[in-house]
């Protein structure tokens, strides 16, 4: 048994160090992603329920790698987070992204709000505010079309800098969503307190509503409380006619996902826009 006890740990110890090896070569490419400009930004389409129209983006990074592999974010992001390395990354996405609608403002297409992603860290950065407004000045995107994404979880871990941090963005006119809504921690006594102007219905609750009656009923009831506590809705992971139709006669506002389209890249986007509806 001791034998057996002894390889096991040997096999576990491996495993560890493969995993951290792998762990210092992903963090190594990224440093050099960095560097080398191997970011990109694609753009969702953000849909009207009522209208049909397309209201505005979420900007998605992408990671291009030399080889012409695309690396999803899901994979890079926890690791980008756990290195800190989220913050020159999230400030370039936050200008990228607003130098690129700025131009689709520019061009008729001013009604179009932009939403970004911002981590944890990022959020509770103390650079925030000073990266933010850096940004809207230099970029020249006005604040009020900037909407940035946060989680459930950081507003609930540091509720006091958390509230504090909402209040000066909103202060400077950039509108705030909760992301990913229903999947977290998050209490209603918070959602209440927060100065929060869109709920984004995690994907999960969108893509069982038609299968399943209890997600129906917890969408329905996320679309209530949004409404009653002056915040629009947009529901994520749209994919088919009948989710869309079912979202539509609960009253939410907006919808984003597949069904419409998936996201583009910027010629893509422009494209799309250029052409109007769908
Ligand atoms: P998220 O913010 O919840 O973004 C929505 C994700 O759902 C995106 O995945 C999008 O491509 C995908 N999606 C959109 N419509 C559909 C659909 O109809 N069906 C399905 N199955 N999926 C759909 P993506 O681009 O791989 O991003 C994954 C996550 O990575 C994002 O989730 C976000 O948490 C994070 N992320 C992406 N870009 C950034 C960024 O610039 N900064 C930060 N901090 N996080 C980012
Ligand atoms: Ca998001
Ligand atoms: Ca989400």
Redesign the pocket.
Request: hydrophobic share 35%; charged share 25%.
């Given at each position: 048994a001791k034998a057996k006890g002894k390889n096991n740990f040997q096999f576990f110890s491996d495993d560890m160090a493969l995993i951290a090896s792998r762990k210092i070569a992903l963090e190594n490419d990224m440093r050099r992603a960095i560097t080398n400009k191997e970011f990109v930004?694609?753009y969702?389409p953000q849909i009207q329920v009522e209208t049909g129209n397309i209201i505005g983006m979420?900007?998605?990074?992408?990671w291009k790698t030399d080889d012409g592999d695309v690396v999803?974010?899901?994979e890079f992001?926890p690791l980008?987070?756990e290195t800190r390395l989220?913050l020159p990354?999230?400030e370039w996405?936050l200008y990228t992204?607003c130098e690129q609608a700025k131009k689709w403002h520019d061009t008729g297409h001013s009604h179009l709000k932009l939403a970004?992603?911002?981590?944890p860290l990022?959020f509770l950065h103390e650079d925030l505010m000073d990266v933010v407004k850096f940004t809207l000045h230099k970029t020249g995107f006005p604040a009020s079309s900037l909407e940035l994404?946060i989680?459930e979880g950081v507003a609930v871990d540091d509720a006091e800098i958390a509230m504090a941090r909402m209040r000066e963005l909103r202060e400077i006119g950039v509108r705030i969503a909760i992301?990913?809504f229903g999947t977290g921690y998050s209490s209603l006594n918070y959602l209440k307190q927060f100065p929060l102007n869109n709920l984004?219905i995690?994907?999960p609750f969108v893509?069982d509503m038609a299968t399943n009656p209890s997600d129906k009923a917890l969408v329905e009831a996320m679309v209530f409380i949004a409404h009653n506590l002056n915040m629009s809705v947009i529901a994520?992971?749209?994919?088919t006619e009948e989710q869309l139709a079912l979202l539509k006669d609960l009253g939410c506002d907006e919808i984003?996902?597949?069904?419409y389209s998936?996201?583009l890249s910027a010629d893509q986007f422009t494209e799309l826009i250029v052409k109007g509806r769908f």
């Open positions: 930004l694609y969702q979420e900007a998605l990074i992408r999803s974010p899901g992001i980008a987070e989220i990354i999230g996405v992204a970004v992603n911002l981590s990022q994404e989680t992301d990913d984004k995690a994907q893509q994520e992971g749209v994919e984003q996902g597949y069904l998936k996201p």
